[in-house]
């Protein structure tokens, strides 16, 4: 017998679904659970995390913005037209953490091979230069989009390559100096980039 719904369609009965049918469909949904997600989504969640259980006070700086035009299409809204950065930016995120001041920069490059350096500006640089001379923590944490890796690259290895490509070096960072050089943040449920896990561990180490 044929069964069909209201629209014509043959109904077709489903067959019942293996344990090892399930188990595969479970973890491919959650290897596409993160889908849409930037790094700095990710960042954020964790900052939320850290400040509930008490464990760091960091949040994202804003962006130092001169609006210069606005028009208000309703009594309720209003609509930037026009807007100019008043100083260069420096760098992402900063705060409190175990009583040191932390302050840093968060990337993604879809590349697979390397990190440009044309995605960090000089006067972050110098920023950051400035932080470690006052004892700060400052580091770069970098997402590998396209291989879904994390690194932890600490500002010793970011100014080296970059004094290297001043004087006429690569301009990137190869990945293998990140897997030799840096730390690789591992991901995990929730947070799920518990990136204050690597930096305790790079700090303890150096």
Known sequence: MVIRYPNGKAY???QPTSPTTAKKAVEKKQSFSNRGKTLEDEINEANEFYLRQKLAVIHKKPVPLQIVKVEYPSRSAA???E???RTPSTTDYNGIWQARYIDFEA???ENKTSFPLKNIHAHQ???MQAIVEQ???TFVIVRFSKLERYFLLSFDVLKEAWDAMLVGARKSIPLAIFETSCLEIQTGYYPRLDYLKAVEQFYEQT
């Open 12 to 14: 077709t009965q489903k």
């Open 79 to 81: 609509v930037v037209r």
């Open 83 to 85: 807007a100019y950065f």
């Open 107 to 109: 990337k993604e490059t």
């Open 125 to 127: 640089v110098q920023h």
């Open 135 to 137: 004892g700060g923590i």
